[in-house]
């Protein structure tokens, strides 16, 4: 009975182990799937992008159309302050026609100079002008002050009104221009995402070709089917010196375009041409050019029995091929990204960019599965040359 028991605990062991092994398993129709989905994703995002486009044409029309508005607000102050500035002339005459109106009634403001103004008329027509003349003069000035100073309100009233009207149209153009700005963004990172999908469509293409050229078929685990993987005990700086410039994680994008998530290490201090070592023995899984990171090199290991990857990033010159078995420490590429407009978009001098994947290198795990390489690699603190 205990021998029974045994037995079918250990068939149940084995079983569990095989349904775990084929969970696991990684095959070509995996990344034929993967594929597909790239593909389609690569779709959604071309008209999403159409779209974000469409939205960018049309917040730039709206501010074209505010901007001739804060032109012709502008031009309409210009006219009311020379306007104002005419009136502010005539203004100054009326005052000064005032001063002397009434530098002229306080002088004579005695009952003689009256007497001799009125009844120095020749006639009874004359004596009535005079009389006249007199309460005009008085009366006129108190209408041209108030017109005049009625004129100066309301002409303050509309440039106060027009400033105001400048300040929100300004402050229109800003919320313009922030949409405009944002939806930049949006259409930049449709445009990145659809440039490093594409990138990586022809990644997961090429590991599809490669796995076939080793023999494997579409429905096998591609671990069983490729020969070993040379196996090491640890690994090994990919550079024989250098200094750490920018750590693994969240940073400040050094560059246009660049991530602000660094997934790597960057080492510098050395020239372009530098070599640039296998951290482990392993297979190269992948040789290419990316927009932003210049030529890759990707190599698939065997750590102690466990799976992982590194990749080494802005390189000037690669000295291996898809499908070759490297030796730890073996020249794989050298050192680039001096020259950024040839090379890469995201590189501000010469340095190798190194990752360390947890896993062997494939595009649905790999984001996952990235991980500091000081956890598995032993670098100096940053700034530290070796």
Known sequence: MKYIKYTFLTILLITSFFCISDV??????????????LEAKKAGQLAEQEKTEQEIQAAKKEMEQISNKIVQASEDISKFESEISELEKKIDIKEKQIKDLVSFLQISDSENFYLKYIFGAENFT???YRISVIEQLTTKSDELIDEMNSLIAENQKKIDELEQKKVELNEMNIQVLQKINELGKEKEKYFDETLTIDEEIRTVKNQIKLYRDLGCKDDENISTCTSMIPSSSGFIRPVRNGVITDNYGVRVAPCYGCSTFHKGIDIGGNREGTTVMAAAAGRVVDVDKYT???KVVTINHNINGKEFSTRYFHLLKTNVKVGDIVAQGEKIAEV???NTAYYDSCSTGPHLHFEVIISHYNYSTYYSNIRDPRNYVDFPRLGVFW
């Open 126 to 128: 004359d004596l009535i």
């Open 24 to 37: 696991s398993a990684i095959t070509i129709n995996d990344y034929i799937n993967e594929l597909n989905k």
């Open 336 to 338: 680039g990204g001096g």
């Open 292 to 294: 932003c990171g210049g």
